[in-house]
């Protein structure tokens, strides 16, 4: 199944690129924190990664979840770094974020927009040039 992810080409979504590029120019830097397993994906994520946005990110951080040992909330692991504001599409994990004061811009997708949560630090945006940082 892994193999297969070679043959896959997910393109990235239109504009974000650009965006993010605004974004770091303006910022201290950008990392990802993914909830993606290491053991698993990291090779192609950093691959797939260095194609489309080489030169973007000063990190990649696996959260490793749906791993038994080594899994870690994304938002333990931004207080560990003093990680702020955190751009996502998963509810769930936007929701833990806002709770523990990490502002979660929540970019809508079909798998979050039915969550109807009003949350002061969950900012729904419909796309990347809504994000304001």
């Known amino acids: 199944m892994l193999d297969d992810l070679e043959k896959l ?6 504009w ?3 965006r993010l590029q605004e974004i770091k120019s303006n910022w201290f830097g950008l990392m990802i924190i993914t909830a993606r397993r290491e053991d ?7 691959k797939w990664l260095s194609k489309h946005y080489n030169w973007i990110f000063d990190d990649i ?13 994304k938002s333990e692991i931004c207080i560990e770094l003093w990680i702020t504001e955190i751009i996502e599409d998963n509810f769930d994990y936007a929701l833990d974020l ?4 990490i502002k979660a811009h929540l970019i809508e997708k079909p798998w979050n927009n039915w ?5 002061e630090n969950i900012i729904r945006v419909k796309n990347w040039w809504e994000i304001i940082i």
């Open 40 to 46: 698993l994906f990291k090779n192609y994520t950093e």
């Open 9 to 14: 080409e997910i393109m990235p979504v239109l």
């Open 16 to 18: 974000a690129k650009d």
């Open 98 to 101: 806002a709770n523990k004061w």
């Open 61 to 73: 951080i696996y959260a490793n979840h749906f791993h038994k040992e080594k899994s870690r909330d």
């Open 115 to 119: 969550q109807n949560i009003n949350h």
